[in-house]
């Protein structure tokens, strides 16, 4: 038996805080207190354990591990103190899943719209994976999606059902 | 003359194997294959010539075609869930024990009843079933509809589920060139050399196309081809791969067949390709048409091209004697083929002079061929026996006979122009072609609005785009009616769609009858509506209607092609999308524990509530007043994360929720809830929900569970496109939080039960205020609302925690009997408390108004979304139907939804209506119905008697009250 | 199946990504408005075969209402833009312009 396309593993540990502001305005203090710069649009920055991603022009969405989000939550609302902004925890709200493998690519092509051949090392793409939503980049040996927690079974299931052994997109 | 052996030819076939045998079932014969063989040249190597019954008269059919244009090879396909009804013989490949039935016959294809309908079939003429079934009115019903359902329909549709897997896949091309032919793989060669990203599709498993059969260096010229896309890393190739439509903006859906043809691979057995294409080529090919002559479809008569085809990649000979007929040269290579394979061969040939390459070449091989000569009739009935010849340009008087056991005919040659028209491309009639082809001048436009569909080769009209591999030709003459001026007797079996028993004199009865649109003709007799779609038969129908019409072909047009291109199987549309993929269901934290305990599911959006937890041995009615009765006399816990949850927030955030809700929020106290009404700008109720006051700047808004969504993108599209200027952020927080209500006199002692840092005590924290701190080691906020009209305190936690809290309520409140309820159980609480409920006393028309929650509408702001269109005057119509409560006057529960009758009839005579039950139940507190609804100046009719007549012809009655059952004073909501 | 560029993100949405939500730029009737008014406002729409201008929000994006001028004739598309304006931008006007010479806003720049 052919082996799967992709192994999909669902990422457990880690916290997200999403942070609107007007990031022209704000983004340094926002970068100072994420430690991390301000992605452009439609990318994200990472210091490999921290990452930050643009999601929408008002909105950043900080991805960490779980036991730094309480100091990163203060430091985020510190930094913006006088500022029109929101800071939200949003770690439980969200499930993560990496797709890992030569062919993990194949695994996203078959779910999402998205195309990745124009999607950078360093892009965020927020679409759909086939009936929910997903935000996705490339990690290290393949891609790294987010959805929400109460699709996390489908999400689930339809990743591990698109990576089926036998089923690469290459032409046989 | 009859049909002998040997059908397989010694050697050759260039698409066969021989050293693999492969065994196969036809209506429980045992037969032989070779690998390589479709199913039409499996059987044709086995004598079978007939394959199938015209639908409408059940003529026996023979294979006309060679590919995916065939009408009449038609099977229903393999066992259990794999059954699949007409499948096409020519296109399907031969796999090791496929078992093939065939269709529409009864008791066998050889002996089938319904063939006494092609005895009738002078009584069938075009739209013979408007004619017929039209009076009396009664027999539709019972008698008429009943034997035209058993008659409709080709094939049976399969009733077990589908087996095998199927997915769907995206594409993101520079080009996609539909056609692996010469002509689309030179396309695609030129674009790959630009560096354009290239995606060729061919629908058969072998590159190449006509080319590798029509010419004697085509195999060559294909490989050469092949090997230079091959080895380019922006090309690729994919075979199998069905292009089915073309969409707007370049969207090109394709199927892929992967597993057709080995059902156990384990692998997806089709995908579905959606491809975005920044330019589409279309080099699809052109498809044979037939010539309309008495008896044309007679098993044996073929296409040239498919005789060809069988003869060169599957060295079969459908027949030892072939007659060729045609008003072309190209079908003379059907001849030469046919003749070095030492068959028998005469050509027939509707021109007067036949003297290009290709007749020259056959006249030198002794080849006879007869100039300006038709068919005017195919002799036998089961197989063809010889025919009978005659002046094309005459009335079919005979000029004499050959016996022969194959007739392969060649009307000329259409471009295959679906795809192009799909979305919007047009065509042109080229008169000295005859044949439609595309319009270069009106393709189809990209989002850019410049054409991003080009045709090329004989997809484009050009027949010989294989270039210097070509002989010359002469032209083909336009031959629609063979002979010309063919009796109606000859006319009356000309057949132009085979599949649907179309005949030269259906469509020109048609005409007479005044049936001058194309489309109008098309569906009037059917013509090109079976499940080849016309391939075939399209042109020949339109140029016998034009003729018929007096008018050229082009002012007739032709009828529009949609896709797709060939059937598409539903399995294959819904890809993946089927069991627990059909559709993402949502489930809360705690949706585990739900399912352990057994809970009775209600799908509310893609969420599943728990109903009722019915126990082993109780129906879900008595587990729900079960549920009640815990809740009103001890404690229960409900599920309630699915509550919208909406962050506000912001320097503008209180202005901007005056404007979203009927009533004041800029004004709650930080600490404290309101509920809230949200209505549209139409001024309708549309969600309702309690918001928190979290800190001076933030709100956090409930709204219902299906709102969430809506309602968050209802404050974007106002905070985006109205007041952009206002200060505002939103989050939609609804997954972030499991919520739980703990309701029930009993609620305050279990929760003082669990270690926690909030004070839930009356003083502390009253009823409509909500606390923050920890319970049981949980971050927590806990609101004190009540939608049962009990003590209750609704707490969220972060979602990751929901499940640990309902353990530990659980667990302190065991000898609490503490019960979990369910939706139906909350809903017929706040029906006993006369609590309204969005979607049950609303149904998009309500204002609320209507519902008695005038006190919900501030009267002191100057607007708010929707303000404007409560003012309207039958918005302040004092008849509006407004809420009451409702008891029946005997121990009935009336049907949710029931009216209550007024006196006299409308214009239509039916009883006029003073209003309508909108919430109704059992209730276990009261032991005794109660109900809501809407009623005419029902407020101001509290006691009199409303009348619901049922569909049983009995009559509820029930009298008018407050709509609020129980504790009317509300002493409950404090313990 | 459309394709539209949301101009806040700049990515290509397909139709799927998108959540149509009617005629753009429909100015709000207030408790002030007269009923006629009220009547345009709720209920009026225009359906033209030819230039029209639409919202839409990038739902399976970045979550931005943005509009569109578009051809639903031949699909054409003349341009996305951000929906904090009051009227379609002049690089947008001048490219409908190229394709439909004829076509007259129906709005007044002054406005």
């Known amino acids: 038996m052919a082996e799967a396309l992709a192994s999909v593993v669902r990422v457990e540990g880690l916290g997200m805080i999403a942070i609107r502001a007007d990031l022209s305005r704000a983004g340094d203090a926002i970068a100072g207190a994420a430690g991390l710069a301000i992605p452009d649009v439609t990318r994200h920055t990472t210091d490999g354990s921290r990452t930050l991603g643009w999601m929408s022009p008002d909105e950043l969405l900080l991805i960490l591990p779980a036991q730094e989000l309480p100091e990163a939550l203060s430091a985020l609302d510190q930094a913006l103190t006088g500022e029109h902004a929101l800071v939200v925890d949003v770690s439980d709200a969200r499930a993560v899943f990496d797709v890992l493998g030569p062919h993990a690519g194949d695994v996203i092509a078959k779910l999402s719209p998205a195309d990745l051949d124009a999607l950078p090392s360093d892009g965020l793409r927020r679409s759909r994976a086939a009936q929910t939503a997903v935000a996705l980049w490339r990690i290290e040996g393949g891609m790294r999606l987010i959805g929400f927690r109460s699709t996390a079974d489908y999400l689930g299931l339809i990743l591990r059902n698109a990576a089926i052994p036998g089923s690469r997109l290459a032409p046989r | 003359m009859t049909h002998t052996p040997p059908f397989r030819l010694a050697k050759g076939g260039r698409l066969i194997d021989r050293a693999f045998q492969i065994p196969f079932r036809f209506d429980g014969r045992h037969l032989r294959g070779v690998q390589g063989d479709t199913l039409a040249s499996a059987l044709l190597a086995n004598g079978q010539m007939l394959m199938g019954r015209s639908f409408k008269y059940h003529r026996p059919r023979g294979p006309i075609a060679s590919g995916a244009e065939e009408p009449n090879a038609l099977f229903g396909l393999g066992q259990g869930g794999r059954f699949e009804p007409n499948q096409r013989a020519t296109t399907t490949l031969l796999t090791h024990g496929m078992v093939l039935r065939s269709q529409n016959c009864w008791p066998s294809l050889d002996a089938d009843i319904g063939a006494v309908n092609n005895w009738l079939s002078p009584m069938l003429p075009a739209g013979f079933y408007y004619k017929t079934f039209i009076h009396p009115r009664p027999f539709w019903k019972h008698l008429f509809e009943p034997i035209i359902r058993r008659s409709a329909g080709l094939g049976r549709a399969p009733t077990d589920p589908d087996p095998d897997r199927y997915e769907q896949a995206y594409a993101h091309v520079d080009l996609v060139v539909v056609g692996g032919g010469i002509a689309g793989l030179r396309a695609a060669r030129d674009a790959a050399e630009d560096g354009q990203k290239v995606l060729v599709l061919e629908q058969e498993a072998v590159w190449g196309g006509r080319t590798p059969v029509d010419h004697k260096d085509g195999p060559a010229a294909i490989a050469r081809l092949l090997d230079d896309l091959r080895a380019r890393q922006n090309v690729t190739l994919r075979r199998n791969t069905m292009a089915t439509g073309l969409y707007d903006h370049g969207y090109l859906l394709a199927r892929e067949a992967l597993a057709d043809h080995d059902p156990n691979a384990g692998i997806p057995r089709q995908r579905l390709w959606r491809i975005r294409a920044r330019r589409i080529i279309t080099a699809t090919g052109a498809l044979e048409r037939p010539l309309a002559f008495a008896c044309n479809d007679v098993p044996g008569v073929m296409l040239a091209s498919a005789v060809r085809d069988f003869l060169v990649n599957h060295a079969i000979a459908p027949g030892q004697r072939i007659v060729v007929v045609t008003n072309n040269d190209d079908a003379y290579r059907t001849a030469l083929t046919a003749a070095a394979e030492g068959l028998e061969v005469t050509v027939i040939d509707a021109r007067d002079q036949a003297d290009g390459d290709l007749p020259q070449a056959a006249r030198a091989r002794n080849i006879p061929v007869l100039t300006g000569t038709g068919i005017a009739k195919v002799k036998g009935s089961r197989h063809v026996e010889g025919v009978v010849l005659c002046a094309q340009d005459g009335d079919g008087k005979p000029t004499g006979g050959i016996d022969c056991d194959v007739v392969a005919m060649s009307g000329g040659w259409s471009p295959v122009v679906h795809l192009y028209s799909h979305c919007g491309g047009r065509l042109i009639w080229d008169d000295a072609r005859a044949m439609f082809r595309p319009d270069p001048d009106r393709p189809p436009l990209g989002a850019d609005g410049q054409g991003n569909v080009t045709a090329v080769g004989a997809a484009n009209g050009d027949l010989r785009c294989a270039g210097d591999l070509e002989r010359a030709e002469a032209a083909t003459m336009p031959v629609w009616c063979m002979p010309k001026d063919a009796p109606y007797r000859l006319r009356a079996k000309m057949w132009l769609d085979y599949q649907n028993d179309v005949k030269v004199t259906d469509v020109q009865l048609a005409a007479r009858e005044g049936y001058a649109s194309v489309e109008h003709t098309k569906r009037y007799t059917t013509l090109g509506m079976a499940t080849d779609q016309g391939k075939i038969s399209n042109i020949n129908g339109l140029a016998v209607l034009s003729t018929a019409l007096d008018q050229p072909i082009p002012q007739t047009g032709t009828t529009t092609f949609r896709p797709p291109y060939t059937p598409l199987t539903l399995a294959t549309i819904a890809a993946d999308a089927r069991g627990d993929a059909f559709q993402p269901l949502r489930k809360t934290a705690m949706h585990e524990w739900h399912e352990r305990h057994g809970a009775s599911w209600e799908p509310v959006g893609h969420w599943r509530r728990p109903y009722s937890y019915p126990r082993a041995g109780e129906d879900r009615h008595s587990a729900i007043n079960r549920e009640i009765l815990a809740v009103r006399k001890s404690v229960g816990t409900l599920d309630a994360s699915t509550l919208g949850k909406i962050i506000v927030k912001g320097p503008d955030a209180g202005r901007f929720l005056d404007m979203m809700y009927t009533n004041m929020m800029s004004s709650l106290p930080v600490g404290k809830c309101r509920y809230g009404l949200m209505c549209g700008e139409n001024g309708f109720l549309m969600d309702d929900g309690v918001v928190a006051r979290l800190s001076d700047d933030t709100w956090l808004c409930h709204t219902t569970t299906g709102g969430a969504d809506r309602i968050h993108g209802h404050m974007e599209d106002w905070l985006q496109c109205e007041w952009w200027d206002w200060q505002v952020y939103t989050a939609n927080l609804t997954e972030q939080y499991a919520q739980i209500a703990v309701a029930g006199p009993k609620a305050r002692e279990l929760l003082d039960r669990l270690p926690g840092s909030i004070d839930v005590s009356q003083d502390a924290l009253p009823f409509m205020q909500w606390a923050e701190g920890d319970i049981a080691g949980i971050p927590a906020r806990i609101y004190r609302i009540s939608f049962s009209g009990e003590l209750s305190y609704e707490i969220a936690v972060p979602a990751g925690r929901g499940l640990e809290l309902w353990d530990r309520l659980h667990e302190a409140g065991r000898d609490l009997g503490i019960t979990p309820y369910g939706t139906e159980a909350m809903h017929v609480m706040r029906a006993e408390k006369g609590f309204i409920m969005i979607g049950d006393e609303t149904d998009g028309t309500i204002i609320p108004q209507d519902l008695g929650l005038g006190w919900a509408i501030s009267k002191k702001k100057s607007d708010y979304i929707g303000k404007r269109a409560q003012s309207r005057s039958f918005m302040k119509d004092r008849t509006r139907w407004q809420l009451v409560g409702i008891e029946s006057l005997d121990d009935r529960v009336i049907p949710d939804g029931a009216y209550a009758v007024d006196e006299g009839t409308n214009a239509n005579g039916q009883r006029k209506t003073q209003g309508r039950v909108t919430s109704s139940y059992h209730s276990p507190t009261l032991d005794r119905p109660i109900a809501m609804g809407l009623v005419r100046h029902g407020p101001e009719r509290m006691g009199q008697i409303l009348e619901f007549p049922m569909p049983s012809g009995e009559v509820l009655k029930a009298r008018i009250c407050d709509p609020v059952f129980y504790d009317k004073e509300g002493s409950r909501l404090n313990g | ?111």
């Open chain 3, 1 to 111: 199946m459309l394709i539209l560029t949301c101009p806040y993100c700049g990515v290509a949405a397909e139709e799927t990504e998108l959540q149509p939500g009617g005629e753009a730029h429909l100015k709000r009737v207030g408790p002030e408005g007269s009923d006629d008014e009220l009547e345009g406002y709720l209920f009026a729409r225009k359906n033209p075969k030819g230039v029209h201008f639409e919202r839409w929000r990038h739902a399976y994006g970045c979550g931005k209402w943005f509009l569109a001028a578009r051809d639903t004739a031949t699909l054409q598309v003349y341009g996305t833009y951000k929906a904090q304006t009051t009227h379609p931008p002049a690089d947008v006007v001048s490219e409908i312009r190229k394709s439909r010479p004829d076509w007259q806003p129906d709005w007044t720049q002054a406005e």
